[in-house]
Nanobody, 115 residues
Framework: QVQVVESGGGLVQPGGSLRLSCAAS??????????MSWYRQAPGKERELVAY?????NYKDSVKGRFTISRDNAKNTVSLQMNSLKPEDTAVYYC?????????WGQGTQVTVSS
């Protein structure tokens, strides 16, 4: 059974940094062939794609230059390094993977950017 588990959220002041991690297990195929994504959902807003990494990487415009997504295929993990954080980055961040016809989401990790 596929499991996706995030870690690393917390409270940080504007301009600060956080690193989120996501570990995936129980996958059908080798981890390295999967595209891994980070989404976020702020209160009262829809869930949005922040970044993904597969054969290439891509970022939401508002996080370009501040966030970096990376993966460790030996450990089946994907990370999101978030620098220069802004209050508008406050949200629950989710790790996402699609295995076959099924979407898998982590439980989410809260990121709060506030002074």
């Amino acid at each position: 059974q596929v499991q996706v588990v995030e870690s690393g959220g917390g409270l940080v002041q504007p301009g600060g940094s956080l690193r989120l991690s996501c570990a995936a297990s129980g996958l059908t195929f080798s981890f390295d062939i999967y595209t891994m994504s980070w989404y976020r959902q702020a209160p009262g807003k829809e869930r949005e794609l922040v970044a993904y990494i597969g054969r290439s990487t891509n970022y939401k415009d508002s996080v370009k230059g501040r966030f970096t997504i990376s993966r460790d295929n030996a450990k089946n993990t994907v990370s999101l390094q978030m620098n220069s954080l802004k209050p508008e980055d406050t949200a629950v961040y989710y790790c996402y993977i699609r295995d076959g016809d099924t979407d898998y989401w982590g439980q989410g990790t809260q990121v709060t950017v506030s002074s």
